[in-house]
């Protein structure tokens, strides 16, 4: 019988079975990776959304607030008549999938930029598993990431 070119089927099911074990050591470490990279992002949208809010206040010279409610977030004017949301709700949970906690649903920055409604530090905690960040604002409106309250 000639010698054909290929593997044979001990040989296809030796590198199948190196396949899976390799990817199954391999896919916690995936998981762990985009559960922190989901936080990050989540983490920098939050910070930003502080930063602008501070910076519409501003701006415009007048109060502006940033507003939590459960994992959505977003950013309002305070004008004569209805508030205007210069910044649209961003559900967390529904784009990065992470929750956030904080002590306060709101930051409200006056035309100097400072927080007028917190007594101190404001924390905020964005979770996903086990991956965890937070931001801490001051009532001076200064933004410190991965703070130790």
Request: glycine share 6%.
């Given at each position: ?20 074990i ?23 949208q ?45 559900p ?58």
């Open positions: 019988m000639p010698k054909r070119p290929g593997f044979t089927l001990v040989e296809l099911m030796i590198a199948v079975v190196l396949m899976g390799i990817a199954a050591i391999g896919a916690p470490k995936l998981a762990s990776i985009r559960d922190k990279a989901s936080v990050r992002s989540a983490t920098q939050v910070g930003a959304y502080v930063a602008t809010s501070r910076a519409a206040a501003i701006r415009r010279g007048m109060r502006a607030n940033f507003k939590t409610r459960g994992d959505t977030m977003w950013i309002e004017i305070q004008q004569p008549g209805a508030p205007e949301v210069i910044a649209p709700r961003i967390l949970n529904a784009t990065f999938n992470v929750s956030m906690t904080s002590t306060t649903d709101s930051i409200v920055y006056d035309a100097r930029g400072f927080a007028v409604n917190l007594a101190g530090t404001q924390k905020f905690v964005v979770t996903r598993s086990s991956a965890s960040d937070s931001i801490c604002v001051t009532r001076l409106g200064m933004i410190s990431p991965k703070c130790q309250l």
